[in-house]
């Protein structure tokens, strides 16, 4: 790399648009759009009898109204299961627009356009729908339970059985020193971006083309979807994600029922139609994440190795299955962590209940199985007296066991084997990062201010960029201008400026050059989406390896013209020279010039272009086989697995024995994701996923009653953190670069939620002395906690006598 | 039916520009700035008061835009994101320093959030005696109302920092105080 950006903590280059008020996000676009509501289901288990439209029907600026009645073809049927598996049994989706039944509040059920929103939902509360309610099933135990159905034909609830094991688990234990067995939950929360969902189509009659902007994760994947569902043709049909405001997961999902709708509508209309999602909606209407019921039994030795672990989880998908069991299939297969596991089973059942529908959240099945490993570790120390740091330490994969075979199957259809990693010196550098051996001296001094405080710890190992492929385009203008381009989209991960730091850096020309789209079908129509924190391993290494095509020809005719061997060339600040030869030098852009046979002299840049251009041979002709006009290469990158990135966290409680307050005081992350190539955005990522950890872990939970009503659907309820809730971070890097991709990058998008329940819960453990089995956890649940007679008291509160409340 | 709506005439200084509009009188301010007027740059978090993305200053306050009628501000001076740059005398654009602070430190991802942190935490900082040091219960206070899901919020309170920074060592320049229109900010 000739220029030394890569790795740099380069400035972003969205943000000039963004704190200007320029950003393009979905709701800025079609001034002139009609505008979708939707009328949704406000019970969450329902057989609808009747739908009567007629008293909206005079409302001024009303346009039409759709039920399922007026869906045809592909419209009609369910919306498609993304990711079937063999274990997902009995899956089911829903209607675009219900058909007869609803199975959670917030399924859409009638869709109103109207010239303006405000009319729009005029339209919308006028519209009468008669339900007949159903009984209702909500949460994993009730799911369980079975005493009700969520779909009649399913009576045990139960969608998918997800099942590995690594050898004879029932052995193993029989023959463990110890063994424990308990029971734990994690409860609900949701992506919640600050900007909703939203749809945008415009329809052009004279070449019947279709144009849509959505607020998605995945353009291609839209596009694809909506081509197959309205009966388009693939190319007429083009998907643009513009600005958007945050996804975490959330609009990954496709299509969503919206991305279908307001495009059919457009069309029936033939005025563009906009639909933006507003909070309510998202909160019903949009997916979440995280509930699990989780029994597990561990055996072990005297010195807290383990010899065999048994996990039987259970998994709330909500309504439906449209993302398949992928969350369930990250549980099983992360849970194991960086530890050795000698035998494994897991078998995690994905159920149904009346509620929206769950599907990735940053972390996607991570944190929960974080939270069942390392609690285990804390039950294992717990057990036998050991410190908490001391017992991973001895459960740890080696350095020198990489590439380390798990024998399971990951998410992407391949096995879980670790490519690179150094756990021990994870720990090591986490236990000095936070003062793990000074803790004791740390407690007594808070105890002396009549507070309790403790302190946890979790690691991970997470795996990311899984394939199969993404793409890049890289193409040098005559301007000198570097266009690059690669079909996954972007949500605020700064890849506009990673991007154009890898290609600066590959082809040694400077980053203000350079222009990357992401995420417009029009640019680029191969990619599979932004999500397992896979952008910089996909993209970046698609993108690096579509420029080093481009520095090739561009060496190759550059030595033609310059009379040197393209080993003797080097590309800096945009110029080809000889090296050791000042002088001997051709621009980039001359040379996008010449590679173009045809070279009308529009501009400055074809004129100049001539007196390098020299005459072909007659017997040869002007575009050679195997070659093409211009100076561009497309490349993809597509990794024989998934690379695993790591980490370990620590959290340090303070707690008011008053009002069990729990007050984070100090917090520790020690991240490896291989080589960076922004450490500023890295650490932007650790910083808001570390904000989502702590939130999961203390304040954010999904409220639903037994009626599936979700109690909490606001900003005002649902305790998302502001400022004051969020702790200082401190940060530690390590660096075991990835052997699995060309630039040596391991993801980093989700890593920092990941471990933040499990230690948070360790570390209120570790304060109170009482079993924490369940999160998130507030101040009156660790009150009841600590009042109830039957709390477990953990046997380090024993040996502890001055702790405790 | 008839229309349940009657409309009013509204005139509004926004950004320095006087601006008229003839809107519902159910019009979110939110709404007329985005939709009536065509300053996108504003947005709409949860329509409900809490998350602060639509903050704008009425008469140099922060507002929640969702929570106030556009009705309401008639006669008033409004200032989006939109006006918080000025420009320079060659036709550029000087960035506010909060704008420059949140570059620099990394206090935005994707963006979404930022024009209501940039309005409320300009105004604030106008506000203070400059001359002094901010301290952490100043930084605290300033972004303490308003949501972000991205950032965590540690480099938005450096961005506070770093910008009451710039302000105290440039003395007694207040870029909303003085400033100048950036350009006509017409409907898109």
Known sequence: MTTKLFGEPVRRREDARLVTGRGRYLDDIGAQALAAAFVRSPYAHARITDVDVEPALDVEGLVAIYTYEDLTGPMAEPLPVLIPHPQLHAPRTGYPLANGEVNHVGEPVVMVVATDRYLAEDAAERIVVTYEELPVVVGVDAARAAEHAVHAEIPDNVAARHHQETGDVEEALAGAARTLSFTQYVERSACMPLEGKGVHARWDPADSSLRVYSSTQASTSVRAAIAAKLELSLERVEVIAPDVGGGFGVKIVHPWPEELLVPMAAIALGHEVKWTEDRREHFIGSAHERQQRQEITVGFDDDGRIAALDVHAWHDNGAYTPYGIIVPIVTATQLVGPYVIPVYRVVVESVYTNTVIVTPYRGAGRPQGCFAMERTMDRIADALGLDRAEVRRRNLIRPDQFPYDHHLTFQDGRPVVYDSGDYPGLLSRLTSLVGWEAMEDRRAEAASRGKLLGAGMAMYVEGTGPGPYEGGHVQVLGSGKVLVSTGLTSQGQGHETVFAQIVASELGVPMEDVEVTTGDTRRFPYAVGTFASRAAVMSGNAIALAARGVREKALRIAAEVLEASPDDLEIADGVVGVRGTPGASIPLRTIAVLSNPLRYAFDEAAKQATQFARPGADDQPPVAVGDAPGLEHRDYFSPIRSTFASGAHAAVVEIDPATWEIDVVTYAVVHDCGNVVNPMIVEGQVHGGVAQGVAGALYERMAYDADGQLQNASFMDFLMPFASEVPDIDIDHQSTPSPLNPLGIKGAGEAGVIPGSAAIASAIEDATGRRISAMPISPTELYDVMRSPSAERTAAAGRRTEVGG | ?188
């Open chain 2, 1 to 188: 039916m008839t229309p349940i709506d009657t409309e009013r005439s509204i005139t509004v200084t926004v950004n320095g520009v006087p601006r008229g509009a003839r809107v519902p009188v159910r019009r979110l301010l939110s709404d007329a700035l985005r939709h009536d007027l065509g300053l996108t740059g504003t947005h709409v978090g949860c329509e409900h008061g809490v998350c602060g993305a639509c903050t704008v200053l009425v008469d140099g306050t922060p507002v929640r835009s969702c929570l106030v009628l556009a009705v309401q501000v008639d006669g008033a001076a409004v200032t989006t994101v939109e006006g918080l740059a000025r420009a320079d005398d060659d036709g550029g654009q000087v960035l506010h320093p909060v704008q420059e602070a949140f570059r620099e430190c990394h206090a935005l991802q994707c963006g979404f959030c930022t024009p209501g942190f940039l309005v409320t935490i300009a105004a604030g900082l106008e506000a203070r005696n400059l001359s002094t040091e901010i301290t952490e219960e100043e930084v605290d206070e300033l972004v303490g109302g308003n949501l972000c899901r991205c950032t965590g919020y540690a480099n938005i309170k450096k961005a506070v920092r770093h910008a009451a920074d710039t302000m105290r060592r440039n003395g007694a320049e207040l870029p909303l105080g003085n400033s100048a229109p950036l350009h006509e900010q017409g409907p898109r």
